[in-house]
């Protein structure tokens, strides 16, 4: 079997063997490759893709540890049947300004369709949790902390406020990545007072509107919130590219609270 022909060219900031490793995940999930069939030896992977033994090895280690194949004893490496998988990032280019903006569009989905559910299905109790952390997040700016962790506690508070556990687990287990984008727009946004006024107001747009029990007003503000802070990352100056910016941004998924 020869899969040279459907192999991408490298990509600069992405190792190899990630990009093997795709590339034959790619074929397994679209059914090339069917559970239960043989991939092609570890010399045919280097002669087909024209790289390394170690770089086939690494490839094919990292479809094992995504359980999607398994070796068997004199046999060979076969595909192994579906099953419920945990979400994976390994892999994915993780750094610089475009994974930063494509992270901040996955939480524009995600919190526009909190907010909403927040609005419709919101307690007293659950109000005044967001409100406690809508506070606690302008103590951190007035105590000029970067109040990342009272950002995610903003953000969790509304997530609670919808109802749904399945997102709010969902949330939980972004919040490992998405905590580092955060940390890169919160440390943007100290630099410009006009940015960090934008986004207490934008806030305090989110919290009024599912305060009123508004659905379509409160998924628009959350929608708004998340694309004004892509536009603000796309209008960060050159310097904080050039210092903080450039650096916290080298891996964004390895950023750990």
Request: with cysteine; charged share 30%; glycine share 6%.
């Amino acid at each position: 079997m020869c899969i040279r022909d459907s192999f991408s060219a490298i990509q600069p900031g992405l190792k190899l063997a990630d990009q093997v490793a795709r590339q034959l995940e790619a074929r397994i999930r679209a059914g090339n490759l069917q559970p239960g069939q043989k991939l092609p030896t570890e010399v045919e992977l280097v002669q087909q893709l024209e790289v390394s033994r170690t770089v086939v090895r690494e490839a094919v280690s990292q479809l094992k540890s995504r359980n999607l194949v398994e070796s068997r004893q004199g046999s060979g490496v076969f595909v192994k049947a579906a099953g419920i998988e945990p979400l994976d990032f390994e892999g994915l280019p993780a750094a610089g300004r475009n994974a930063l903006i494509q992270i901040t569009e996955v939480r524009r989905a995600l919190e526009a369709e909190v907010a909403e559910l927040a609005a419709r299905r919101r307690s007293e109790e659950d109000m005044q949790r967001i409100h406690d952390a809508e506070s606690a997040l302008a103590e951190a700016v007035r105590l000029g902390r970067d109040g990342v962790e009272e950002d995610m506690a903003f953000h969790r508070a509304i997530a609670q406020a919808s109802g749904n556990p399945f997102l709010i687990s969902t949330l939980d287990y972004l919040s490992q990545f998405l905590r580092g984008a955060m940390r890169i727009t919160r440390a943007n946004e100290a630099r410009r007072e006009d940015f960090g006024k934008a986004v207490e107001r934008e806030h305090h747009s989110i919290v009024l509107a599912i305060e009123a029990g508004d659905p379509k007003a409160a998924r628009k503000a959350a929608a708004t919130h998340m694309g004004n802070a892509i536009d603000r990352i796309h209008r960060a100056d050159a310097s904080f590219w050039e210092q903080d910016g450039e650096r916290l941004a080298r891996d964004i998924l390895a950023a750990k609270p």
